[in-house]
């Protein structure tokens, strides 16, 4: 495979919108001004997305802080500095809310941890290096929404549930995706492997940091690094990790 081919490949499994980098979670000074106030139609498009934006923020952090269940809308309008009539004309309830923060959330994953994947100078493990990298230290900078997403958004409501599920599932096809450009470009160092391993090298290595997450040892997690790259090269049939371990 010639390297256009290759990185145009790169390029159609990284295509993804870029955007800014703001934090996912967080509540409102009471002593800082508020959005303007008004019915739907007055307001415009810019101060709806504010407050959007402010409503997802202050939901994520009160449901790390008091849990999904326990959280109420007052508590998320009261953070948000918005009017609980605004949040009912965005959002239908909780769930859809915490909907809109895994949306925010996911564009966030995927524009820090799969930006980090270059073809120039790539080595046998590079490619996974840096987006496990990534992964954890996005964590450590977004424990709020770290810990909502992991241990609150599975048991938020069915479709949560799902959309978790579904989440997985896409970031196993793109390991996937990506191995196999990897594999034309390296045959001798891959031995094939089924396409369920993908999904198991995905749950396995989540598993492990879901574990840190629960503790509160976000810190930890970047000590994570290496026996994670490590696990999911073994997991998707990479020759030389045996030899790797043993060392």
């Not at 290096?129 to 992991?150: G, P």
């Not at 031995?191 to 930890?220: H, M, W």
Request: with cysteine; proline share 2%; hydrophobic share 40%.
């Amino acid at each position: 495979m010639s390297q256009k081919a290759v990185s145009d490949s790169f390029s159609k499994i990284s295509n993804f919108r870029r955007i800014s980098v703001e934090k996912l979670s967080g509540a409102y000074d009471t002593q800082a001004a508020g959005l303007p106030r008004g019915r739907t139609s007055l307001l415009t498009e810019e101060t709806r997305e504010k407050q959007r934006r402010r409503l997802v923020k202050a939901a994520i952090s009160a449901f790390s802080e008091k849990g999904f269940a326990a959280t109420t809308i007052t508590d998320i309008v009261k953070r948000a500095r918005v009017s609980k009539q605004a949040f009912y004309e965005i959002f239908e309830n909780k769930e859809d809310c915490f909907l809109a923060a895994d949306d925010l959330g996911r564009k966030a994953l995927f524009e820090q941890v799969l930006s980090d994947i270059k073809l120039e100078g790539i080595h046998a493990d590079q490619w996974i290096r840096s987006s496990v990298r990534a992964y954890l230290q996005l964590c450590n900078s977004e424990q709020d929404f770290t810990k909502a997403w992991a241990i609150e958004f599975p048991n938020a409501g069915s479709r949560c549930l799902e959309q978790r599920n579904l989440f997985f599932a896409e970031l196993g096809k793109r390991l996937k995706s990506i191995h196999n450009v990897i594999k034309m470009n390296h045959p001798d160092q891959w031995v094939s492997v089924p396409d369920l391993f993908y999904d198991a090298a995905i749950g396995g290595a989540y598993e492990i940091i879901f574990r840190y997450i629960c503790q509160n040892k976000f810190t930890e997690l970047l000590d994570l690094e290496d026996d994670l790259v490590k696990f999911i090269q073994f997991s998707i049939g990479y020759k030389q990790v045996e030899t790797d371990i043993s060392k």
